[in-house]
């Protein structure tokens, strides 16, 4: 009778397939389509860039966790996503140095500090674009054209459609600027991706792919990125701006499905997901029309971020809820 | 006919091709039975036998005064030959009765009679009877909910509120079983008999047989028995309803809601939505208990796993030690192989140490897992992917549950719903990083129970 070696534990006694590292993996795959493009775009200067930055990542998380003597995690390429996602919103010619400062700054400060994965309050590569934002801010808004794989000392130094705008040009002076005929074929551009923006931000139909197939394989949920680009649709339209000039330009299509969506840092309840989309929506918008920043995904994501511990709030009514009968709320006599 | 569910769910891989084919086979001239004295959710009972004793099949050989107990019968004729504390398939000692079969009569001496080695109740009527005569027979018979829980049958028919549906449970979600589907095939003349029999008790007008789309296969022999049943044929309203394949179907409120769209108020029984639910072993054990008499002394179950090289659908007296089974050659395990004994399914059944252990009233199955699906992972960090948000079945926000239980804060926890959770287990099958959710859920339970049993004491000290 087998008595040794018996396995004792608590039910459930099967499990999924599906793990951690499997959905972090899938996330990169997502993420291929628009780096590849990116580099395709600006170059090898742009690739580098995409490695150094995974490569800091990957070692800052290593070695924080050896120093503080905890197990390594790597395995679970989190901190993959984290490098590939931040060289994603930074400009191509930000110098490779920067963009491993801001790799380590997103990994140990954003991310072990508060106890690793899925304890972080605020999205790393957010944090590591925020920190080069403040800390080197000529380089985090040097733009460039797109000039295909030839070295970057070619490269036009050039403004981004959201700045021109913010500059106060008019959307067709915007669309001249990129060699587009009008303000319509230029919107076109800007979703197929041609235009002067960070690395990984180009084509909105890259974007889109990526995050849809994510969608498709369930490892995120529609509501995040429908209610980001829903609202700052919405909330563009309803302030006079063109709406869709509002979704297809900058950071927002980008943040809408791979930043807004990340796991540790977005609400878990359904109607959590929604309003913190449309907050993101709504901050981008305000931050566009009313600050100081010609874009301002980064805040606004990092913002709602703030939320979400509030936002989880929100629940759905379990199976079979019933709600409490309250009390009869004693009169003001009986409680003097 | 459209395939009902509810909403959210897994589907953890069945697995049930393995057995889904055998016909239920018999055990026979078993030597002897480990009977657990309680086998029933509820009161706990008193042995009426003394070592030494001869005890015919189907004699009462424990019961108890009081609503919730559930007496328990002879599963053979044989000698009381111990009464000790055994190691029951929850994995925790209880008090066994064990008997052995009496020896072949010895040369020359006389065969004993059937009569004197037999104790049914007489035949019944349920169509005739009264309703007290029904459910005082349905207790006597030692009947109780079959798919795990070991609920006292003879309480869930006496409603306090009036029963709209009858349904039975044919959904069998957790992977491997297959006796109940079995049963469906084999029997299905008994399950409508058996359901019509628990509307008459229940006065319902509606009876419901519900059967997940993995072996509907079984629904055209089922509504072929439903339009030649005497009952149906009398007027009695009952019908087949297909369901999609998806866990925990079988459970209680899922299953209500995935037929009527209705949901079992919290900490409310299926009779608050107007409905009774019985499984399908229990079903057949009323019939056999009303026609025969025969008290439930034995049960079907589906003995399977990867380490079980031949899987089997059996019918064994309770008490069997299943290494009784295997030795007789109805399944056979490859011994070596295994990592994982487990009383039950995959989902919500208990790991054991061994496969001594004997079968009960609610032993569904028996799994001898290979190292491979014994496989366990190291819990990780969760990730708040909320994949468990998703699948629970009671929109409970396992992952949220989770972390008010680890900050200890019962208060959040209880608002959450941790007493709403049937610890179907989905949420932990789910989990991507492994998380040991409904462990913690369980655990959590006793300490949010501890604590409210506290504040109520506190409040009545006042």
Not at chain 2, 229 to 239: D, Y
Request: some cysteine.
């Amino acid at each position: 009778m087998p008595a040794k070696g018996m396995l004792l534990s608590s039910s459930p006694h099967s499990f999924t397939q599906i793990s951690t590292s499997r959905l972090m993996l899938s996330v990169i795959i997502a993420l291929v389509p628009a780096t590849v493009y990116g580099v395709y775009l600006y170059g090898f200067s742009a690739l580098a860039l995409v490695a150094v930055s995974i490569l800091s990542a990957v070692a800052a998380e290593y070695v924080f966790r050896k120093a503080i003597k905890a197990k390594t995690t790597i395995g679970d390429f989190s901190a993959v996503v984290t490098g590939l996602l931040l060289a994603l919103i930074l400009p191509p010619t930000t110098p490779l140095w920067m963009a491993a400062l801001g790799s380590i700054f997103a990994i140990v400060v954003a991310k072990e500090f508060f106890g690793g994965l899925g304890a972080n309050p605020f999205n790393p590569a957010l944090i590591g674009r925020a920190f080069m934002l403040m800390s080197f801010p000529a380089a985090i808004t040097t733009w460039i054209m797109p000039n295909g794989l030839s070295l970057p000392a070619d490269a036009t130094s050039a403004a981004t459609p959201l700045a021109l705008l913010k500059q106060g040009q008019s959307l067709s002076d915007v669309a001249a600027y990129f060699g587009a005929s009008d303000s319509g074929a230029f919107l076109r551009q800007l979703f197929m991706g041609y235009r002067a923006g960070s690395l990984g931000e180009s084509s909105i139909l890259l974007i889109v792919v990526g995050g849809l197939f994510l969608v498709f394989l369930g490892v995120v949920q529609w509501i995040v990125p429908a209610a980001v680009l829903g609202s700052t649709f919405l909330f563009a339209w309803i302030l006079g701006m063109n709406p869709l000039f509002a979704v297809l330009s900058g950071g927002i299509a980008f943040g809408a499905f791979f930043m807004a969506t990340d796991y540790s840092t977005r609400p878990l309840t359904p109607m959590g997901q929604a309003l913190y989309g449309v907050g993101i929506g709504f901050i981008v918008v305000i931050i566009r029309k009313l600050g100081g920043y010609p874009e301002g995904v980064t805040y606004a994501i990092l913002i709602m971020n703030v939320l979400t511990p509030y936002l989880n709030k929100l629940r759905v009514k379990k199976y079979g809820f019933v709600p409490p009968v309250k009390p009869a709320k004693p009169s003001k006599e009986a409680s003097k | 006919m459209t395939a009902k569910t509810f909403k959210g769910g897994a589907h953890p891989p069945e697995r049930k091709e393995r057995s889904s084919g055998l016909a239920v086979e018999r055990l026979r001239d078993v030597k002897q039975v480990v009977v657990p004295v309680n086998q029933h959710f509820g009161a706990p009972l008193q042995a009426l036998v003394k070592v030494g004793d001869l005890v015919k099949r189907g004699q009462k050989i424990a019961d108890a005064d009081g609503r919730m107990t559930v007496p328990v019968h002879a599963p053979i004729a044989g000698i009381v030959k111990k009464i000790e504390p055994r190691t029951q398939s929850n994995n925790s000692d209880g008090p066994c009765i064990v008997i052995e079969a009496l020896p072949p009569p010895a040369e020359g001496q006389e065969a004993p009679r059937p009569e004197d080695l037999v104790d049914f109740l007489p035949p019944l009527d349920a169509f005739a009877c009264t309703k007290e005569e029904a459910l005082a027979r349905v207790r006597a018979a030692g009947i109780v909910g079959m798919g795990g829980a070991g609920f006292p049958t003879h309480v869930k028919l006496a409603p306090s509120k009036p029963i709209a549906m009858v349904i039975a449970n044919g959904a069998e979600c957790e992977p491997y079983l297959t006796i109940d589907e079995r049963t469906m095939v084999e029997r299905p003349e008994d399950v409508v008999e058996g359901v019509a029999i628990t509307m008459k008790i229940v006065n319902a007008p509606e009876g419901v047989i519900a059967i997940e789309e993995n072996k509907a296969y079984a629904l055209p022999l089922l509504e072929k028995a439903i339009a030649s049943s005497p009952r149906t044929r009398a007027g009695m309203k009952i019908r087949a309803q297909l369901l999609k394949t998806k866990y925990p179907q079988g459970g209680e409120k899922m299953l209500i809601s995935a037929i009527t769209g209705k949901e079992v108020p919290s900490g409310g029984l299926p009779m608050d939505v107007g409905c009774v639910v019985q499984n399908i072993g229990s079903l057949c054990a009323m019939v056999d208990a009303f026609k025969e008499g025969k008290p439930l002394i034995e049960r079907g179950l589906t003995i399977s796993g990867g380490a079980c090289v031949k899987p089997a659908n059996v019918i064994a007296p309770i008490g069997t030690p299943v290494s009784a089974i295997i030795a007789a050659g109805l399944a056979q395990v490859n011994a070596e192989g295994i990592g994982m004994v487990i009383y039950g399914g995959p989902m919500m059944g208990v790991a054991v140490p061994n496969y001594d252990i004997p079968v009960q009233k609610n032993t569904s199955g028996v799994l001898l897992l290979d190292a491979e699906e014994a496989k366990h992972y190291e819990e990780e960090t969760c990730i708040r992917c909320g994949r468990c948000m998703r699948a629970c079945s009671c929109r409970l926000s396992p992952a949220l549950l989770a972390v008010a239980i680890e900050s200890g804060d019962y208060a959040e926890a209880d608002k959450i719903g941790l007493l709403d959770c049937i610890e179907c287990g989905t949420c932990s099958f789910v989990c991507p990083a492994h998380r040991h959710l409904v462990q913690r859920f369980r655990v959590g339970k006793q300490v949010l129970r501890a604590i409210k049993q506290k504040e109520k004491e506190a409040q009545n000290a006042r």
